[in-house]
């Protein structure tokens, strides 16, 4: 069998906004360090997504120093910028806020922020945090020792094989980049879907387990630079990895260890 390499390491600091390639991230129970602690919610008090809001797909995001800076762009060119202060902690009241099913206590990270993410957007939203203290439990059908879960659509980490994206580009008559798709790990080395059957394994000295295929929704037929939406990949895959009434691509996972992964570790099958 061929060597399995972790060859992407990817963070998604704010909800449903561009995502970060690092080369190594340090890996917590919720998920990795920055990964979904932030939101944007809607005067509902309600998480904020591409599904809806399409034009979350325009902004792209950094880290500088303790800072993440975030550039509002349109095809490719930077139209604004804010950042987002790492070492600040936010003093406002809590908040209860909804993410799905779930009910989280966050905080507004600073009202000109959120009046910057509201103009850009165009609707009255907030920019919220999730403190590492606050409980979200991962669904206790799928958990392994009760873990807890950021801001993400439900489970800390999302691991997908380089060769799975493609073999569905091989099908498509434009090819997608792996950015449609949100993982935090991807990697090489394995045949196509590999990743559906793993359970136990390690990233270099940190353990995981595979708990769920991810059932993906329209995001992954937003396009990323341009924030227009189409019917693909998703129609592409539902002819050939469709079980039901839903579409898989991609393993979800929780860590049995905190520790740190990087971009060259090798994954080993227990």
């Not at 002819?239 to 860590?255: C, M």
Request: glycine content about 6%.
């Amino acid at each position: 069998m061929s060597t399995l390499v972790l060859s992407e390491v990817w963070i998604y600091p704010i909800k449903s906004l561009g995502g970060v390639s690092v080369s190594h991230a340090a890996v917590y129970q919720k998920g990795l360090r920055y990964d979904r602690r932030w939101m944007l919610i809607d005067e509902k008090k309600v998480a904020m997504t591409q599904r809806t809001y399409h034009d979350m797909a325009l902004f792209k995001l950094s880290f500088e120093g303790n800072t993440i800076r975030i550039a509002y762009t349109r095809n490719g060119s930077v139209l604004d910028e804010a950042s987002l202060n790492l070492a600040q902690s936010p003093k406002a009241e809590s908040i209860t806020a909804q993410v799905w099913a779930d009910s989280v206590q966050v905080t507004e990270v600073n009202p000109d922020l959120s009046k910057w993410f509201s103009r850009l957007l165009n609707t009255s939203c907030k920019l919220v945090s999730f403190a590492e203290k606050n409980p979200r439990k991962v669904d206790r059908g799928y958990s392994v020792n009760d873990e807890n879960v950021s801001l993400a659509d439900a489970y800390p980490f999302l691991i997908i094989g380089q060769s799975s994206l493609n073999d569905l580009n091989q099908k498509l008559s434009e090819a997608v980049p792996m950015n449609r798709f949100r993982p935090n790990f991807v990697f090489t080395g394995a045949a196509p879907f590999a990743e559906d059957t793993w359970t136990n394994f390690s990233i270099g000295a940190v353990r995981f387990v595979g708990v769920k295929r991810s059932d993906r929704c329209i995001l992954t037929t937003v396009d990323q630079v341009t924030a227009k939406r189409g019917v693909e990949p998703l129609r592409t895959l539902s002819r050939y990895r469709k079980e039901g009434n839903k579409v898989f691509f991609g393993q979800n996972l929780v860590a049995i260890d905190e520790g740190t992964v990087s971009v060259g570790d090798s994954i080993i099958l227990h």
